[in-house]
């Protein structure tokens, strides 16, 4: 049971890492191309998208499986805890974007950042989620 968890976890850290090499790639490109201050605005912008994925990851992490600890529960309690699970899964999805909303508008409008170098750092971090495979592994379906 510890072993979907333990995956879980590793996967969201190897997400959280390619967003931030991705970022630091994108600010790189953006200090020999532009200015100091847009590297630094993009750099904002990526870590937006590594707050919302960790929160997400969080999230799924409160819910993944059941603890070893757990396998005294009924059957019932078992599949009222399978049934919320896609609940939870919406929440954390709603966290992560309110999260992400509220940061991205605090940094351009209240931080007054370069709209587009906040939504290159955006883009290119939240790109690294399809290099992650996503945020757990799959299964392959047996014949």
Not at 14 to 21: D, E, F, R, V, Y
Not at 79 to 102: I, Q, Y
């Amino acid at each position: 049971m510890l072993k979907a968890k333990d995956s879980l976890r590793q996967t969201l850290r190897k997400t959280l890492l390619i967003q931030a090499a991705l970022t630091l790639i994108a600010a790189i490109v953006a200090l020999l191309v532009k200015s100091p201050s847009f590297a630094l605005h993009l750099v904002y912008g990526g870590a937006v998208t590594g707050i919302g994925t960790g929160l997400h990851g969080w999230r799924l992490l409160k819910i993944a499986v059941p603890d070893d600890d757990n396998d005294d529960q009924t059957a019932e309690a078992q599949l009222n805890t399978v049934g919320n699970a896609g609940a939870e899964v919406f929440k954390g999805s709603l966290l992560k974007l309110v999260a992400m909303m509220l940061l991205l508008g605090f940094g351009m409008g209240y931080l007054k950042l370069d709209p587009l170098a906040v939504l290159i750092g955006f883009i290119v971090a939240y790109a690294g989620i399809v290099f992650a495979g996503g945020y757990a592994p799959r299964t392959k379906a047996t014949k």
